[in-house]
């Protein structure tokens, strides 16, 4: 478990406190479409952090190409139809590059910098020429706004229980998943990140915004510096 990590509820907990089964279960929102209408149709996307494929199979139903990344291999046992590659994101070297690298989840606000920094390089080493980066980031109430929660359609309630800081810029955030049949939580280390941050995360791993692609600026489409 990563240090300020925690995971409770049924099954199987990766490293970052994500329940594998909680996550099988999350219905995918409006973002493979906000992803599809800012790149080629068919290109190779690399997906860090893919989780049990969340993602992954609603773009692959869309046409693309994806290689999905991520450290868990309880996780990764979970998709379908895509190259599947178990590995920290900071510390993956595939000698490749793609067309795309997405990078959701709000990941880019992990507590640790340094392996915010990691997680930046092995983004723009793994774009090709010509390529782009997306990353989602939280909204600007995320760690204000709390508690909140949200009933979904399909029956469940997610909350966020509360932000509490941890020092040094970080703060302790708890998420609450509670379904009819199961309860699940989730405790993690973020980092807020003003939009001068951010790019200037952006600009020290050779990264610059290109365009942000949602009017709350959650969703980014970065490219390498020129």
Not at 156 to 173: D, K, L, M, Q
Request: charge should be negative.
């Amino acid at each position: 478990m990563r240090e300020g990590h925690e995971g409770t509820g049924p099954g199987a907990v990766t490293p970052d406190g994500c329940a594998v089964e909680l996550y099988a279960r999350l219905p995918v929102g409006d973002e493979p479409n906000v992803i599809a209408a800012a790149v080629p149709a068919g290109v190779h996307i690399l997906e860090l952090g893919c989780g049990v494929g969340r993602m992954t199979h609603p773009l692959l139903e869309l046409g693309f190409t994806v290689t999905a990344v991520d450290e868990s291999a309880a996780m990764l046992d979970r998709v379908r139809g895509a190259r599947a590659i178990c590995s920290p994101i900071e510390n993956l070297e595939l000698g490749e590059k793609f067309d795309v690298v997405l990078l959701a989840s709000f990941l880019v606000h992990t507590g640790d910098e340094e392996v915010r920094r990691g997680i930046l390089r092995s983004c723009a080493r793994h774009v090709a020429e010509g390529g782009c980066v997306l990353i989602q980031r939280e909204g600007p109430d995320y760690h204000t706004d709390v508690p909140r929660e949200r009933v979904d359609p399909s029956g469940f309630t997610v909350r966020i229980a509360s932000a509490e800081p941890a020092g040094e810029g970080v703060n302790s955030v708890r998420a609450e998943y509670v379904f009819p049949d199961a309860v699940w939580t989730q405790t993690f280390l973020a980092r807020p990140l003003t939009k001068e941050q951010f790019e200037s995360a952006l600009a020290e791993a050779g990264l610059e915004v290109d365009t942000y692609l949602t009017p709350d600026g959650m969703w980014v489409r970065a490219v390498p510096m020129a």
